[in-house]
């Protein structure tokens, strides 16, 4: 069942969004090895940010519906979007236009911002977490409505640069125990050949990806060839965001797959890309692409150019992550996502379900919505501000 019909509306009601604050990466205090460098990416800076959108009582008795952003922190490294940035666009522009109003269907309250240009982070915000009060309004999980079939979703995990290629070995070794289908190491330039040559001495197998985060450009084409011999299933996002020219010229000079990410914004983003085939890849974030409406759109343009799509994560909070497991039950993320366990970032996490990967397949969070409950004490623990936005 797809989410596109006319139903009972979920209304949405002027209780004020509530805005939380609370640091990212802190490192687990029960971890059974000490804090690592894999807790992640330690070339970003990565936060979080967790906004509530609290609607009115529907039908018989309250729902609530969860989402959360994914812009940076403060400084915008992943796109242009940070926690300033959505704060302020939530608060003078976006919620504005949808508080107290009535909408039946997360398109239709789409559809009321779309005028608006970019700030995709914000929007999907509000998108999301009507989305999540939809479901749950219709006691149906979210991945039903949109579209998904599966019970559980296969997942990769995402390595952080490590400060050498024997900690690098042991860290893809530790997670090639716990089942994980797809290893994922991020590279920068001068740290590429030596991670990955180790890795494949040990593990020549196992389906290993790189992920550039733009730090490349053309110029580096001989890297890029030196990489083919390595096997890996593809090279995510190696040249600028900005740019599907370069990519597409890259494509054409290597035999291994691009993956494009932060370069795909939209569905008209993703046939872009395709037709120019500057990727034969795609890593959808729900956040990155305004919603899960528009991530079922670039899912179904990548599944018409036959290019299989894998679901990114961004270090999100129970929340998020439970959103993105939804997604990723639809037919065609046919490669493992970033959806691995919450444990692997959190002390604790905001939500009571544990979200953790059996043999690498991470179950889909079962009851309506997005499948998760608030865990309101630990949320309020880690909350560092609540700013209170709406009219
Ligand atoms: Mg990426």
């Known amino acids: 069942m797809r989410g596109d019909g006319q139903r009972p509306s979920p209304r949405i009601s002027p209780f004020p969004l509530q805005c939380r604050h609370y640091a990212a990466n802190r490192p687990r205090r029960d971890a059974p090895c000490p804090p690592s460098p894999e807790i992640p990416f330690r070339d970003l800076f990565w936060g979080l940010h967790v906004a509530l959108l609290r609607p009115a009582h529907l039908y018989s008795g309250g729902l609530e519906g969860y989402a959360e952003s994914v812009s940076d922190d403060v400084f915008p490294l992943y796109r242009e979007e940070t926690v300033a940035t ?156 900005d740019d599907i020219v370069d990519h597409a010229k890259l494509q054409a000079a290597i035999q291994t797959a691009l993956c494009l990410d932060e370069s795909i914004q939209s569905a008209a983003d993703c046939r872009k890309a395709l037709e120019l085939r500057a990727a034969r890849v795609i890593n959808i974030k729900v956040g990155r692409v305004g919603g899960h409406a528009e991530a079922r759109r670039v899912h179904d343009v990548a599944a018409a150019f036959d290019a299989p799509v894998w679901c990114g994560g961004m270090v999100e909070s129970g929340i998020g992550r439970a959103h993105n497991i939804h997604l990723a ?20 996490d905001i939500v009571n379900e544990p979200l953790e990967t059996v043999d690498g397949m991470m179950p889909v969070p079962a009851g309506p919505g997005i499948g998760v409950t608030l865990n309101r004490a630990v949320l309020e623990k880690v909350t560092e501000a609540v700013e209170v936005l709406g009219p």
């Open 86 to 241: 959505t704060v302020a666009m939530l608060r003078d522009v976006l919620l504005p236009r949808v508080i107290g109003k009535t909408f039946n269907s997360p398109e239709a309250i789409a559809a009321v911002n779309a005028p608006f240009k970019g700030n995709r982070m914000a929007k999907a915000v509000i998108e999301m977490a009507f989305w999540d009060l939809w479901s749950r309004s219709l006691n149906t999980p979210l991945s039903r409505l949109l579209g998904g079939t599966r019970e559980s979703v296969p997942v990769g995990v995402s390595l952080g640069i490590q400060p050498s290629a024997e900690a690098t070995v042991e860290i893809v070794a530790r997670h090639v125990a716990q089942g994980y289908k797809r290893i994922k190491l991020k590279i920068k330039p001068g740290w590429e050949i030596t991670p990955v040559s180790a890795v494949r001495a040990v593990f020549p197998d196992i389906t290993m990806t790189v992920d550039a985060n733009s730090a490349y450009t053309y110029a580096d084409l001989k890297t890029f060839r030196r990489l083919d011999q390595f096997g890996l299933d593809y090279i995510e996002q190696p040249l600028a965001f």
């Open 329 to 348: 039950t639809l037919p065609n993320f046919s490669k493992p996502g970033d959806t691995s366990s919450a444990s692997r970032y959190w002390d604790a």
